[in-house]
């Protein structure tokens, strides 16, 4: 009998270890550290070609001599997928989706194999086929070739891919997948590493790109797409509020284009709708004025979008005042309250002051706090802001109103959304002509003149 080998391998980075250690030396987190049993059944000797004469396969070539252009890129029948995975799909790519059980992310994927026109094998460990064919009629979509295959152990898989020879390859999901080369159990680090590799190399060897589903959990103490990270070419992430309705599909790594790219989608009742403008969503279509909102133009990896920004002040019931945020960060809120009451005089201190991003997204952008503070002094005062007004600047401690990046394309998009005005920061005006835009921009350089041209 072959005799078990025990290894230890950390669950955050992957490294292998020979022996158990409360911290990974490689990535230094603690506790991450988990026994696997490893057997590779009749593992090759390995060939030392440095040393011996034997030929090496493979030959160096001349970077001048490398041919370039000849990427094989497939536009894909979903823009937004094609956005993200920076202009379509190369052939021979490995791509994780990654995301919180639930989100979507089989939908996405089997929505693409049923409008490509190829033919494509959507590999099911997690469902059997009448489950994949109830959601395919949900989504009301049919492709004669596309074929389903409820699989998991991995050479078998492969004997399938050989004689139907897809187009593309759907795994759903990796963490179900089992190698018969390792004895570990499905979803354990060791087999997520073998299955991976597996159809990495089979994704090289034969040009037909893979899609894999992977998931991650609130904590992300499973293994998987960290770990995977390091394997596939481009990492892409499904996120969003179960509570919501839209997704967004961000790109984590890409080997083949930006990583600022972002695709927005709807969850429908007939599966995924692509946005194209985004704002649709996040501004709350209301009648009449009311106190406490602002907009802003904000920027989501390199889209521009309108988002709306909703404060609520109100008298402190208890003795403590509450602050609560939602989308927004609380400490960065206090700062922002705390500017207002020392540099113009806005007393928030005896009132629960509760702030929302509108459509439960979270923004990081720093050009959302002009829009933040307008909404709070809004609130407090109970003077509503023109709808058609938007702001795009960052709030500094001083109370001075710092200039963001991209503000070109940040007014571009409030201006074809049919906003009348924007605020920006007055150092923001370099290098720009306000008078080439269909809106009015008006450069302020601290809050208080802010107050007094929007109170006016
Ligand atoms: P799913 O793709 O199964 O998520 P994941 O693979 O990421 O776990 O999607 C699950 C949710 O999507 C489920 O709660 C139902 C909802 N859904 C719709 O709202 N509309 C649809 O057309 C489909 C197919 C699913
Ligand atoms: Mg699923």
Redesign the pocket.
């Known amino acids: 009998m072959a005799k078990i080998k025990k290894q230890f391998f950390c669950k955050n980075c992957g490294t292998a270890h020979t022996k158990w250690n409360g911290k990974c030396s490689a990535c230094n987190e603690w506790n991450t550290l988990v026994e696997e049993v490893v057997q590779k059944e009749d593992k090759k000797e390995i060939t030392r070609t440095w040393r011996a004469d034997g030929k090496p396969k493979t030959e160096p070539i001349l970077i001048q001599d490398v041919q370039t252009g000849n990427t094989k890129r497939t536009k894909l029948p979903d823009s937004e997928l094609n956005r993200v995975l920076g202009g379509g799909l190369v052939s021979g790519s490995l791509i994780l989706l990654g995301?919180?059980?639930?989100?979507?992310?089989?939908?996405?994927l089997?929505?693409l194999a049923l409008r490509l026109p190829a033919k494509i094998v959507y590999v099911s460990g997690?469902?059997s086929e009448e489950q994949i064919k109830m959601?395919a009629t949900?989504?009301g979509l049919q492709n004669a070739t596309c074929y389903l295959l409820a699989e998991t152990d991995t050479q078998e898989m492969f004997k399938h891919f050989k004689t139907l020879s897809p187009d593309l390859v759907i795994v759903?999901?990796i963490q179900t997948l089992t190698s018969p080369l390792l004895d570990s159990t499905p979803g354990s680090v060791s087999q997520i590493r073998e299955c991976a590799g597996e159809l990495q190399r089979f994704a090289k060897e034969t040009n037909i790109p893979v899609f894999l589903?992977g998931?991650i959990t609130k904590e992300g103490t499973i293994a998987g797409p960290k770990l995977l990270e390091h394997i596939v070419d481009t990492v892409l992430q499904?996120e969003g509020d179960?509570h919501y309705?839209y997704r967004i599909l961000r790109t984590i790594k890409n080997r083949f284009g930006s990583t600022a790219e972002l695709g927005i989608y709807e969850?429908?009742?007939?599966?995924?709708r692509e946005v194209e403008n985004p704002s649709e969503l996040l501004i709350s279509q209301k009648d009449d004025d009311l106190s406490g909102s602002a907009i802003c133009a904000t920027l989501e990896g390199l889209r521009p979008m309108l988002i709306e920004t909703q404060a609520l002040v109100s008298t402190a019931v208890y003795g403590t005042p509450q602050r609560s945020a939602t989308g927004f960060d609380l400490r960065r809120l206090n700062m922002l309250l705390a500017v207002l009451e020392k540099r113009c005089g806005f007393h928030f201190g005896a009132n629960d002051v509760f702030l929302n991003i509108a459509g439960g997204i979270r923004i990081d952008d720093p050009a959302i706090d002009l829009a933040i503070v307008s909404a709070l002094v809004s609130s407090l005062q109970t003077i509503p802001i023109d709808a058609k007004i938007c702001f795009a600047g960052e709030v500094g401690l001083s109370g001075e109103i710092r200039s963001v990046n991209r503000v070109d394309q940040r007014i571009q998009e409030a201006s074809r959304l049919g906003f009348k005005q924007i605020f920006i920061s007055k150092y923001n005006l370099k290098g720009l002509h306000p008078e080439k835009y269909d809106i009015e921009v008006i450069p302020v350089g601290k809050i208080d003149e802010l107050f007094s041209l929007l109170m006016s």
């Open positions: 995301g919180e059980p639930g989100i979507g992310k089989s939908t996405l089997l929505q997690e469902e959601r949900r989504i759903d999901s589903i998931h499904f179960h309705t969850m429908q009742s007939g599966g995924l």
